[in-house]
């Protein structure tokens, strides 16, 4: 590696961490921190500004995700990757929505892994091929998303946009509304239909995965 990696660990497994360290300096890679959780990796960002912070997502407290976005928002020229045994599309689209400039599963091969790292050095996001084969689908996905959002009435945006903020009683979404209990039913079974989905919880889950609803702050 023609630059020499500064690298913060940050993963809740200590020995996960002593193997991944050993594996670094045996390579000659500068192991300059190690964190249990997201509080940790991001003060450890902060003091020590590494080159690389190779982050797990589920950890304690801070998880992985959130500590991502904190970094990249105050340190965004340092390279965060995502060092995981999640293979869920949710949690490696939103690592690359967080910043992360790349997404790695555990079970990766050791030359597979410092190919990779290599790569973040030269500047280049990393995926395995079959992590890039599953975010290029999901991009492919929102075409189709943003048809289906032209397809929805204004009642039935205000209902998914609730829906995001938790307002998932028929009641409570009558009430916010001004309308009945069994409107709302009706506006969901048109939702539901024309999203080809069967429950509100798909619902929420695909709105936020395709970007049809932003995310939004507790409702008032």
């Known amino acids: 590696m023609s630059v020499v990696a500064r690298v913060v660990l940050a993963d809740d497994h200590r020995l996960f961490r002593e193997g991944l360290r050993s594996l670094l300096v045996a390579r000659g890679i500068q192991v300059v921190g190690e964190a249990a959780d997201g509080a940790q990796a991001v003060a450890l960002?902060?003091?020590?500004?590494?080159?690389?912070?190779?982050?797990?997502?589920?950890?304690?407290g801070v998880d992985g995700l959130t500590a991502t976005r904190l970094i990249k928002a105050e340190l965004p020229d340092l390279h965060v990757v995502v060092l995981t045994a999640s293979e869920a599309e949710a949690d490696l689209f939103e690592a690359i929505k967080s910043g992360a400039q790349g997404y790695l599963l555990k079970n990766l091969e050791a030359d597979e892994f410092f190919q990779a790292l290599a790569s973040v050095m030269a500047g280049e996001p990393v995926l395995t091929p079959r992590l890039a084969r599953r975010l290029l689908q999901e991009l492919a996905q929102r075409p189709a998303a943003q048809e289906q959002a032209a397809a929805l009435t204004d009642r039935e945006?205000?209902?998914?946009?609730?829906?995001?903020?938790?307002?998932?009683?028929?009641?409570?979404?009558?009430?916010?509304?001004?309308?009945?209990?069994?409107?709302?039913?009706y506006h969901l079974k048109n939702i539901m239909a024309k999203l080809h989905l069967e429950n509100r919880a798909q619902v929420i889950a695909y709105a936020l995965r395709t970007g049809l609803v932003k995310p939004a702050g507790p409702p008032s």
């Open 45 to 60: 960002a902060r003091e020590l500004r590494p080159t690389v912070v190779l982050m797990d997502l589920d950890m304690p």
């Open 157 to 185: 945006r205000e209902i998914l946009e609730l829906l995001v903020q938790g307002v998932t009683s028929n009641r409570e979404l009558a009430e916010r509304l001004f309308i009945s209990e069994n409107t709302v039913k």
